[in-house]
């Protein structure tokens, strides 16, 4: 499922109630907002001073000052100065508080979150389960407090892979939640539209689609159709709806959605980006291909440029670690799509793999490049305007609101002055701008480029394997059918092993072992080479 882990509702980030800073100081239980827009660089300095000043007050300044920058910190993805703030108000907590205090399972959601950012899962678990434990003791099961916990918990369980236990404690917040605010309580769908998507996750979809369902009629009496949350739940319906063989009826709620998303959120928004890839999903399950092509090829442009932003503002572990959970931006949709069309369909296909690959790692390794400071003033204020022209776009990408047209502009205007001054990033921004009309160019007489892919359309349990056969002058590249993605994988760890087991234990090396790694490299070189060398024509260099 794609972008299913976006539109999660949470305490600490999220439509649960934003993102806010809750009991202890600062009104002693009212709940007000800390980080409801975006920040930019100079603001968090200045808050950051203010909230370091009072943390040499009272006991009860220092946990308010040191709560808001964990909370500031989390939100700009400083994780783990976020995370130092947090265990500093939780010490303040325990020892002024109380160990059980609500102040303390206030710090706790904090640590937990930044704890979670930072791989760290048993940390993350220990402490978003005893803030749960806390507001039980304190509060009972069916306060607004320890309803958040739940609903943090099971996500966090979700992340995890812990999926029973994630549906028992979505199920759990759910259940409280319509105690506290009755059935027709707009945040009641909030609940439902969390574990219908866990449902999808565990592959329950009739349960995700009655949970779902219900979401969307609730969400159609208390906010309305034109609402993002209601088309949010509906683009997630037309999902389960497809793969239950109903894709009438998923294309309805699909199209609405993405008319919706094209009125509140940018482009870029993962929402919108979901929205586009489902509709493709559906029109191509019903043979409109042309639409399918269209709007798999937008959503995967979309998500490349989602992705770029992400690694160019994120913190380094986080942009990698969402690397790992986002490798199908849409890609394998629109290879799928593009194996039976034509050239320019194929050679649209391949232009995205090449925009997406190492896109994540291209990134991380020049923004490491670029922060380096040159110890030149007037070049460092270059660097500062870029990085906040960055920051700015990619907020605006993802929470909506007007100037993202001219905060884009902005921010090329000033990559384009710091580049001017800094090799590594002219040469990143070169790299970004390559595509397929480049590869093909470089491309020289009797030389012949092969790239492989994957391909899966969602009728399909397995992915395939494919590669694209561009020879020099050609105006598409050709694509070739290499078979299941899983027994590529199976054959090429077959033949690492063969040659690992030597290089591990030099004795075993002789003329078995040898024969043992030339047949697993001959069955992995029938599978995903053989069959495209009849593609090759006189070609005498091949780049793979």
Request: glycine residues 8%; contains cysteine; aromatic residues 6%.
């Amino acid at each position: 499922m794609r972008c299913v882990r976006h539109s999660r509702a949470d305490e600490f980030h999220g439509v649960d109630g934003g993102l806010l800073h809750e009991g202890g100081g600062l009104g002693g239980g009212q709940k007000r907002p800390v980080a409801a827009g975006w920040w930019q660089g100079h603001f968090l300095e200045l808050v950051a001073a203010a909230a370091e000043a009072a943390a040499n007050g009272s006991p009860g300044n220092a946990y308010d000052a040191y709560l808001v920058l964990a909370t500031i910190h989390y939100r700009v993805g400083a994780f783990a100065t976020a995370q130092k703030d947090a265990e500093k108000a939780v010490a303040i907590a325990e020892r002024h508080f109380g160990v059980d205090s609500l102040q303390t399972a206030q710090a706790l959601t904090p640590l937990g979150f930044a704890a979670r950012a930072l791989g760290d899962v048993s940390g993350a678990g220990a402490a978003l389960e005893r803030c749960l434990r806390i507001r039980e003791k304190v509060l009972g099961p069916d306060k607004r407090l320890t309803i958040a916990a739940m609903n943090n918990l099971a996500t966090y369980y979700e992340t995890v892979g812990q999926s029973a236990r994630a549906i028992e404690m979505f199920k759990r917040a759910n259940s409280a939640r319509l105690g506290l605010l009755g059935p027709d309580h707009p945040d009641i769908a909030i609940g439902l539209h969390n574990l219908g998507s866990m449902l999808i996750l565990n592959g329950d979809l009739n349960g995700a689609r009655d949970q779902l369902t219900q979401a969307l009629d609730l969400r159609a009496r208390t906010i309305g159709p034109e609402h993002h949350n209601f088309a949010q739940t509906s683009s997630r319906l037309s999902f389960v709806l497809l793969r239950l063989g109903e894709p009438a009826a998923a294309r309805a709620h699909a199209e609405h959605a993405l008319t919706v998303m094209g009125k509140r959120v940018p482009a870029e928004h993962p929402d919108a980006v979901e929205a586009r890839l489902n509709l493709a999903a559906i029109l191509f399950r019903l043979g409109e291909n042309a639409g399918a092509f269209r709007f798999a090829a937008e959503g995967a442009e979309h998500w490349t440029a989602m992705m770029r932003m992400s690694a160019q503002t994120a913190a380094e572990r986080n942009s990698l670690t969402q690397r790992e959970s986002w490798k199908d931006g849409g890609q394998f949709l629109v290879t799928a799509i593009a194996a039976s069309a034509g050239g320019a369909e194929k050679r649209k296909a391949m232009d995205l793999w090449i925009r997406s690959r190492a896109l994540v790692l291209d990134e991380v390794a020049s923004r490491q490049k670029t922060l380096n400071r040159s110890e030149v003033p007037e070049i460092d204020a270059l660097r500062t305007r870029m990085l906040q022209a960055r920051g700015r776009v990619a907020r605006l990408s993802l929470q909506g609101g007007a100037g993202l047209e001219l905060a884009k502009l902005e921010r090329d205007k000033a990559e384009r002055a710091y580049a001017e001054q800094n090799r590594d990033t002219r040469l990143a921004l070169l790299r970004a701008a390559i595509g397929f009309d480049q590869v093909a160019k470089s491309l020289r007489q009797g030389e012949v480029l092969v790239a492989y892919a994957v391909a899966k359309n969602d009728a399909e349990s397995d992915p395939r394997a494919v590669a694209f056969v561009l020879r020099a002058g050609a105006d598409a590249p050709e694509m070739v059918t290499l078979g299941p993605v899983r027994e590529v994988d199976r054959l090429v760890k077959r033949w690492r092993d063969a040659i690992s087991a030597v290089a591990q234990d030099p004795s075993r090396a002789g003329v078995r072992a040898e024969n043992v790694a030339r047949e697993a490299g001959d069955a992995l070189r029938r599978l995903v080479y053989d069959p495209v060398v009849a593609h090759f024509g006189k070609a005498q260099h091949v780049y793979l």
